[in-house]
């Protein structure tokens, strides 16, 4: 074997050896919160594909547009098709921004920097899985969304170091989970932990105490109590419906209602008079989102795993 090509491949499976055993770790560490690692994903080819943009007054907080593809599998799900079985080649997509500047506790101390905003983490597959594994054009094997509960999401790591971590768990952080494989319904505890390395130039605030500008690679992990459970293919169309309501839970009347699929087909309803609305003839086992527009108040949009038909959706205003 070429001598430049027998170092590539024992530098990546170090690589890999490196990157499993810091998952496992995670993996005992949240099982200690009394949560299950079932999902990971490792850089194929250690890429800086997450971008920090510091802007001043904001910060952005991104994954690269034509990004490294990563590897994704599923830990811990009974009944998985051998398709879904192992790694399996995907892109991650990071969207995230903040308004809140970041802090530190000095020179060599904590970098802090929170997110106020949304932090959505999607994984698609990139191929659809095969017939039998889900159906066709099913390629979300996770999308993870985080807001804000009793504080922010933060990424964080030491004052001029190269690593940093960003997670979320509940009760502290809103932790939705959808997949086009895996119904999350009886799920009462969720987790992420993203770990961060090769940070570029390094890990310090910048202008406006926001985070400064930098690159860096990336590996997740992603735990549930308890696991979620395998979705098989299914044709079946289903209705979900709901109610927006007002602060003190009365009924809001003609708010604009959309509903928008993956393949970008969007469905807009207006509530009646009880703040009442619904979706008819939806192809079951996508993700869909849900959101309310209103002259009165402003409501979160919710991503809406569609395994059943459901009616008790609730839109309670931002506080």
Same mark, same amino acid.
């Given at each position: ?64 547009? &034509? ?30 921004s903040t308004t809140q500047a970041g802090n530190t506790t000095g020179p060599g101390g904590?970098?802090?920097? =929170? ?14 899985? =095969? ?5 066709? @054009? ?32 509940? =009760?502290?952080? @809103?932790?939705? +989970? ?12 969720r987790n992420v932990g993203l770990s961060f390395s090769s940070v570029s130039p390094v ?5 406006? &105490? ?17 696991? =979620? ?47 009442? +609305?619904? +979706? ?40």
């Amino acid at each position: 074997m070429n001598s430049s090509l027998l170092k590539s491949s024992i530098t990546r499976t170090v690589r890999y050896i490196a990157l499993s055993l810091t998952l496992v770790a995670a993996s005992y560490s949240t099982s200690l919160g009394q949560t299950t690692t079932f999902g990971q994903f490792l850089s194929t080819f250690g890429g800086q594909d997450y971008v920090f943009t510091n802007g001043v007054g904001s910060g952005t907080f991104n994954t690269v547009v &034509n990004g490294a593809p990563v590897d994704f599998r599923y830990l811990n799900v009974t009944g998985l098709p051998p398709s879904l079985s192992g790694f399996q080649s995907a892109h991650v997509f990071v969207t995230s921004s903040t308004t809140q500047a970041g802090n530190t506790t000095g020179p060599g101390g904590t970098v802090t920097q =929170p997110f106020n905003s949304t932090i959505t983490i999607q994984i698609l597959r990139d191929t659809p899985a =095969p017939a039998g594994t889900g159906g066709g @054009n099913r390629t979300n094997l996770l999308t993870a969304v985080i807001t804000t509960s009793s504080g922010p999401a933060s990424l964080a790591g030491s004052d001029g170091g190269n690593s940093a971590t960003l997670s979320a768990t509940t =009760p502290t952080h @809103n932790v939705v +989970f959808t997949s086009h494989f895996l119904n999350f319904t009886a799920t009462v505890s969720r987790n992420v932990g993203l770990s961060f390395s090769s940070v570029s130039p390094v890990l310090t605030l910048g202008p406006g &105490n926001f985070l400064a500008s930098m690159a860096a690679a990336g590996t997740g992990t992603f735990a549930s109590n308890p696991v =979620p459970n395998y979705i098989g293919p299914t044709a079946a169309q289903v209705s979900v419906g709901g109610r927006v309501v007002g602060p003190e839970g009365q009924g809001v009347g003609n708010a604009q209602v959309t509903l928008q699929e993956l393949n970008g087909a969007t469905r807009v309803v207006r509530t009646n008079r009880q703040g009442e +609305f619904r +979706f008819d003839e939806l192809a079951g086992g996508q993700s869909v989102v849900i959101s309310v527009r209103s002259k009165l108040f402003s409501y979160q949009p919710q991503i809406i795993s569609l395994d059943d038909s459901a009616f008790d959706i609730a839109f309670t205003p931002d506080q």
